[in-house]
């Protein structure tokens, strides 16, 4: 059989598989002798949008160099299409192993976390955000090994003009959405752990931690819906395990742990202990959260009789997201559901104006007008503090005015009432 031999150098062999941009195809380069992987642009080049970001899917994924993300060798045109030459990971994505088994247990979803997270964390120090974190994007290969792919709708964090979808969209797998993606702000490293998260949860029960009939749907869960811990889906998962995730889940991004955080403390085998609190946001020099006390293999608590953990304040567990916008949330227009299970959707979001900053600490919502309130809610000894201050003072200054020496009356002082000229009973207050 006749095959072709694209851009006079690779020689494709069979096709993987297709995506919403591409189909991939099994290839051999044949200058250095080597299979790769090639994804070739569905149809043309003339939709420029398409185009670009099939070229920044190249140049953002050829910025990283690591283990656990599928590297990028080659970029560029042929016969009017464009083309993406890939490491090729001989295996099968997460999806398909989800789909064999119906759910995977908690070792080998813990290597999942430490290894996925480990790339996504390379992936953040570079600036970059993948925004599409979901089973079909993790490929496994003959070992086990995980890689992170498709870097198709990563963007650069600090680069608000490389926003290729139209304005007003944003596009991701609702299953997988963090909340405050859902609610229209911009995507940030925080947002690639929530995902990260749900699809760990997923791997673990089978089941995403949230599902409903419709897209709009899902997103107001990941808004303001608490996922059921898998302890009580009957899941044979470690308390420690399940608190970190749920940590993971957590509504607001700056609660969440970083993704180094999530590789240090799965790599370190603290998962297998039992339930800790996560550490408040550490400086970077501080120790990763792997002190957790490890608890033998044979001396686990028994999943069945652990206790779910009470969430800590402010901290680990879940909390109730923000009460729902006055808004209503905007209309969902679903696509076609993804070959890597989800609901693959882009939805219409009203423009929200990019603030400066960086990742998690640029997220709008978190300093908007519900500020305090969060502050109250997520520091309570710290406002009672300022609130017990507060209230002194203005004793004191009331004080002051009262019993100056100018004011200061055996009589009870009296409360001035402004009186109306003829209003009847005008001194009725006395
Ligand atoms: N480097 C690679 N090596 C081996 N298989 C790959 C590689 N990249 C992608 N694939 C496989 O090719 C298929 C299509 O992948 P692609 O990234 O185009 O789409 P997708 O991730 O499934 O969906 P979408 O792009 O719509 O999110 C998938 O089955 C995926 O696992």
């Given at each position: 059989?006749?095959?072709?031999?694209?851009?006079?150098?690779?020689?494709?062999?069979?096709?993987?598989?297709?995506?919403?941009?591409?189909?991939?195809?099994?290839?051999?380069?044949?200058?250095?002798?080597?299979?790769?992987?090639?994804?070739?642009?569905?149809g043309d080049d003339s939709d420029a949008q398409t185009a670009a970001r099939f070229r920044l899917e190249g140049q953002t994924a050829?910025?990283?160099?690591?283990?656990?993300?599928?590297?990028?060798?080659?970029?560029?045109?042929?016969?009017?299409?464009?083309?993406?030459?890939?490491?090729?990971?001989?295996?099968?994505?997460?999806?398909?192993?989800?789909?064999?088994?119906?759910?995977?247990?908690?070792?080998?979803?813990?290597?999942?976390?430490?290894?996925?997270?480990?790339?996504?964390?390379?992936?953040?120090?570079?600036?970059?955000?993948?925004?599409?974190?979901?089973?079909?994007?993790?490929?496994?290969?003959?070992?086990?090994?995980?890689?992170?792919?498709?870097?198709?709708?990563?963007?650069?964090?600090?680069?608000?003009?490389?926003?290729?979808?139209?304005?007003?969209?944003?596009?991701?797998?609702?299953?997988?959405?963090?909340?405050?993606?859902?609610?229209?702000?911009?995507?940030?490293?925080?947002?690639?752990v929530y995902s990260l998260g749900c699809v760990l949860y997923q791997l673990l029960t089978g089941r995403p931690p949230f599902h409903?009939?419709?897209?709009?749907?899902?997103?107001?869960?990941?808004?303001?819906?608490?996922?059921?811990?898998?302890?009580?889906?009957?899941?044979?998962?470690?308390?420690?395990?399940?608190?970190?995730?749920?940590?993971?889940?957590?509504?607001?991004?700056?609660?969440?742990?970083?993704?180094?955080?999530?590789?240090?403390?799965?790599?370190?085998?603290?998962?297998?202990?039992?339930?800790?609190?996560?550490?408040?946001?550490?400086?970077?020099?501080?120790?990763?959260?792997?002190?957790?006390?490890?608890?033998?293999?044979?001396?686990?608590?028994?999943?069945?009789?652990?206790?779910?953990?009470?969430?800590?304040?402010?901290?680990?567990?879940?909390?109730?997201?923000?009460?729902?916008?006055?808004?209503?949330?905007?209309?969902?227009?679903?696509?076609?559901?993804?070959?890597?299970?989800?609901?693959?959707?882009?939805?219409?979001?009203?423009?929200?104006?990019?603030?400066?900053?960086?990742?998690?600490?640029?997220?709008?919502?978190?300093?908007?007008?519900?500020?305090?309130?969060?502050?109250?809610?997520?520091?309570?000894?710290?406002?009672?503090?300022?609130?017990?201050?507060?209230?002194?003072?203005?004793?004191?200054?009331?004080?002051?005015?009262?019993?100056?020496?100018?004011?200061?009356?055996t009589e009870t002082p009296r409360v001035e009432i402004a009186v109306t000229p003829g209003a009847p009973g005008g001194d009725a207050?006395?």
């Open positions: 059989m006749h095959r072709v031999l694209v851009a006079d150098r690779y020689r494709l062999e069979s096709p993987i598989g297709r995506g919403a941009m591409g189909e991939v195809w099994r290839a051999t380069d044949e200058v250095l002798g080597r299979p790769v992987a090639m994804k070739l642009l569905l050829a910025r990283l160099s690591h283990p656990h993300v599928v590297a990028v060798f080659d970029f560029g045109a042929w016969e009017g299409r464009f083309y993406l030459v890939m490491e090729l990971v001989e295996g099968r994505s997460l999806a398909q192993e989800l789909a064999a088994a119906g759910s995977l247990d908690a070792p080998r979803v813990a290597a999942v976390a430490a290894q996925t997270a480990a790339g996504l964390a390379s992936a953040h120090r570079q600036g970059i955000v993948h925004r599409d974190i979901k089973p079909g994007n993790l490929m496994a290969d003959a070992d086990g090994t995980v890689k992170l792919g498709d870097f198709g709708i990563a963007r650069f964090v600090d680069d608000p003009a490389a926003a290729l979808t139209q304005a007003g969209q944003i596009v991701g797998t609702s299953l997988y959405l963090a909340p405050e993606r859902a609610l229209g702000q911009p995507a940030g490293p925080a947002s690639d409903a009939d419709t897209a709009t749907a899902i997103l107001y869960q990941h808004i303001d819906t608490v996922p059921v811990p898998p302890l009580r889906l009957g899941v044979d998962v470690p308390p420690a395990f399940e608190n970190y995730l749920l940590g993971m889940l957590a509504k607001q991004p700056e609660e969440r742990p970083t993704a180094q955080e999530v590789a240090d403390w799965f790599g370190s085998g603290a998962w297998q202990g039992r339930a800790q609190w996560l550490p408040a946001s550490a400086p970077a020099a501080a120790p990763a959260p792997a002190a957790a006390p490890r608890v033998p293999a044979a001396g686990r608590v028994p999943a069945a009789a652990a206790p779910v953990p009470a969430p800590a304040p402010g901290r680990t567990a879940p909390v109730p997201g923000p009460a729902r916008p006055g808004g209503p949330l905007p209309t969902a227009a679903p696509a076609p559901a993804g070959p890597a299970g989800g609901t693959g959707t882009t939805y219409m979001l009203p423009n929200v104006p990019r603030q400066g900053g960086r990742g998690r600490r640029a997220l709008p919502a978190q300093r908007g007008a519900g500020g305090a309130r969060q502050f109250v809610r997520r520091r309570p000894r710290v406002a009672s503090v300022i609130a017990g201050s507060v209230a002194f003072f203005s004793a004191v200054l009331i004080g002051m005015a009262l019993f100056s020496p100018d004011s200061t009356s207050g006395r």
